[in-house]
């Protein structure tokens, strides 16, 4: 079983930067396919973007295709999400998530674990 950590998170303004880190432990997290998610106050949790067990590919909602970029660094064990272009509707928690498929999975319930979230807050 893995245990996930996010950190990065904070209060930014609209068109900066963020990335947010994603430290995995108990297992490697080439192990698994690895997801972002992120869930706003009143929404369903969202889809953001996952990078694949086998081989690396990765995969984008239409929402961040372009803005934010999923990467893997296997020595440190950890999973990055670089956000550009900030918009105050990515305002939410942003969630990492691990599961054992090596196929492409796109829904919350696809994912076996789940670390405690970050929140990201965009201002206008």
């Known amino acids: 079983q893995v245990q996930l950590v996010e950190s990065g998170g904070g209060l930014v303004q609209a068109g900066d930067s963020l990335r947010l880190s994603c430290a995995a432990s108990g297992r490697t997290v080439s192990s698994y396919s690895m997801g972002w998610f992120r869930q706003a106050p009143g929404k369903e949790r969202e889809f953001l973007a996952t990078?694949?067990?086998?081989?690396?590919?990765?995969f984008y909602a239409d929402s961040v295709k372009g803005r934010f970029t999923i990467s893997r660094d296997n020595a440190k064990n950890t999973v990055y999400l670089q956000m550009n272009s900030l918009k105050p509707e990515d305002t939410a928690v942003y969630y990492c998530?691990?599961?054992?498929?090596?196929?492409?999975?796109?829904?919350?319930?696809?994912?076996?674990?789940w670390g405690q979230g970050t929140q990201v807050t965009v201002s206008s």
């Open positions: 990078i694949l067990r086998s081989g690396g590919s990765t």
């Open positions: 998530a691990a599961r054992w498929s090596g196929n492409l999975g796109t829904y919350y319930s696809n994912y076996d674990y």
